[in-house]
């Protein structure tokens, strides 16, 4: 194979699916709570508690958004031929996201600027919508990258265009990621609020966890029947079994701290939880990006997917620079606006 | 319509609506950079009171830029599959610099700027002005660069045939500082300047006129007035410098912008025209010569004109890129004009005096954004049939796999989204504007002070 160039015995292509595993994880971790916090909008009745929920993410959606767009950006650096198939082939579910994340965001800006009560409830409304349906999307993709694509030569795509992405399979994933983000936005909502909000975010808590693990058994058991090869990465590399164990561990904890009023921790273990799945996913598929169902030569895998090495070799040095940096930026911010959600004349 | 028409439309509307924010967001942060610079430095209130005013549309703006922007970095790889696959090796560096060193540091700090006032220190707090604004500038680095590299490509070589044909990266400092690069990011700078600056003008110059916050009012108009007197000017030099790359580079699309058709013939430089391709006449009002006096200082050195290439290889909307390309320098010119006088009248004290003065300042806020999108529809379709400059073209970029109707879904979407978004836009701006700095009934001068 041509890129066969290593460091610290791992070949580029790998070291590269490692970065864009570690992007994808940090947003799914940070806009999980920051979407999952949004799906419970509706949930909160007065007009107080919303713009809590909503100023609680208030200095940080901005920042946390960046991690799609770095992520999206290794994608297209890293993996170009897999970024322009899979964009592509799920053209309707990707154009629906974004336009949901322009929505989200308009929501955001504009809900607190006016008094009226059409005008609020108006973006109640977008607000919830978009947010749970964002999440629901990207739960929806992860399940249809699991199945495979019709991929024929020349990675074109050669399925369906309009509903194809719908699959029973894909709805599966799609309601375990929207339930998990929603696990998540509350448990953070409830270490950014006080009284009676906090107390109601307690109780949703509860319903949410239940949703999580109710839709993570049935999506579980669904993969291990239905969708062929998923566990033959880890027959040949037994140790690997470590991260289903761990990811078990990890949802089964979070339960235990929320019960115990560890919010933070409850948090670190549900971020976790998202970190192990999604190793899981990332170790199933290993070294393949996008399974063709029509013939695995077809298949897209980080090799053929990749960028030259010359050119992942300077992306890597850029994130060896850029990485520590950021984090930086993001310990700074977090340090200033720690602690419960004050409104004051700067809030949304 | 065929798919490729559609994907273009998409992408020049999604793209030209995304370039309203940006600019603005650069603009604004220079003078945001500006005047709590010096409050901080005066400890002045009024400087203050300008920062955070300005601060409030920065934010509007700023994220109307990051939504539609997450957009277009996606758009690429939905619509441009062809493309995206092609150019994924060198864009990929560029698009991941820009995601960690700028809209990083632009993002995070973001959060601090709004919403941090009360948390840190006002040095803290300016230094988070300043990164914000050095993120917006970088961001623009890298997004040109790339741009760039599609105009004028450096840097790499081609592996593969047909489909499976990509460029790959064999000098990544040659691929960033690619012929056109260094001269277009000053330019896109420049502009974004005098659009943030333009802003302010306008919105001063209305309180002026109707004699509201008088004070910090002249003190910012001031300000953005020297802003925009000594850019207006040195974007002509940049202009000028940036017209000669394209030149040397891109011969085709300079005969297109001054619609120059003979082979190889002394060229004219037109005031204004209009271009009948099928003739291949401009009939308008030019300076004889002109344009070869500009290339090679010699009103009669041939230029290279568009019958020098094949058919297939000239940009088919000759008079478009003709029109465009003339819409900006006039407007650059009136910039230059209208500063100029102003700057004149300050020096003799009647500046706050010309009322009708005021008034044109009141609507310069248009002639930027007008003169920044022209220059990039200019810089765009003088630029085809190529999408990579020489060896991809525009009709071979995009996704195969995508049908007319799915484009046509999310146009219209798009169409809907981003109407609502522009309304919500201008009435935002509009109730900022109408409230002001402060409440003036509540407090007096004094009291804020």
Redesign the interface.
Known sequence: MENMETFLGIDYPTLWYLVVGLLFSGYAILEGFDYGAGAWHLFFRKDESRRIAINAI???W??N??W???G???L??????M???????M??P??LF??L???R??A???RS?EEMKWWRNSWDYIYFISNTLIAFLLGVVLGNVLQGFAIGP?????GG??FTFLSPYALMTGFTTLSLFMTQGAIFLLLKTEGRLHARLTFLLRKGMIFFIISFSVTSLYTLIFIPGVTDNFRENPVFFIIPLLSFLAVANVPRLVSKKKYFQALLFSSLTMAFLLMLVAFQLYPTLLISTLNPKYSITIYNAA??K??LG??LT??L???P??AF??L??YR??KGKVIL?D??Y | MDVEILARIQFAFTVAFHYIYPPLSIGLGLLMVIFEGLYLKTGNKEYEVLTRFWLKIF??TF??G???G??M??????????Y??Y???????A???????A???E??????L???????SPKVHFISTIGVFLGSMFSAVWIVVANSWQQTPAGYHI?GE???A?A???D?WAMVFNPSSVDRIIHVWQGAFLAGAFMVLSVHAYYLRKGRYEAISKKAFKIALVVATVVSFTQLLSGHSSADGVVKNQPAKLAAMEGHYEPSAPADLYLLGWVDNEKQEVSGIAVPGGLSFLVHQDVQAPVTGLNAFPKEDQPSQVNAVFQFYHIMISIGMFLIALTFYASFLWWRGKLFETKWLLWIFSFSVLLPQIANQAGWFAAEMGRQPWIVYGHLRTSEGF?????A??IL??LI??LV?YT??FL?FLY?LN?KIKHGPYNEQEANLNSIY
Not at chain 2, 107 to 112: M, P, Q, W, Y
């Open positions: 208030g200095p940080l901005d920042a958004q960046v799609l767009i770095i999206g950006g290794a297209f650096a890293g993996f170009p031929v970024y322009a198939t899979m964009l592509s082939a053209y309707i990707f154009m974004l336009m994340l322009v929505l965001s308009a955001i800006k504009f600027a020349n990675y074109s795509y050669q265009l309009f960028s030259s010359k050119s300077i992306m850029i994130v620079i850029g990485a940096l950021l930026y993001f700074f911010l200033t606006f004051d700067t809030s | 934010a509007i994220g109307i990051v939504a539609t997450i957009i970095e996606f758009e690429f790889g939905t619509n441009w599959a062809v995206s696959r150019v994924g090796d060198i864009f990929g560096s698009l991941a610099a820009e995601g960690l060193f809209f990083g540091l993002s995070t700090f973001l959060g601090i709004i919403f941090g006032w009360n948390r840190v592996v047909g489909f499976n990509r790959e990266v064999t990544f996704s195969q796999e995508v049908s109707n799915q879904f999310s979407l798009f989204i609502l978004l919500l935002s109730k």
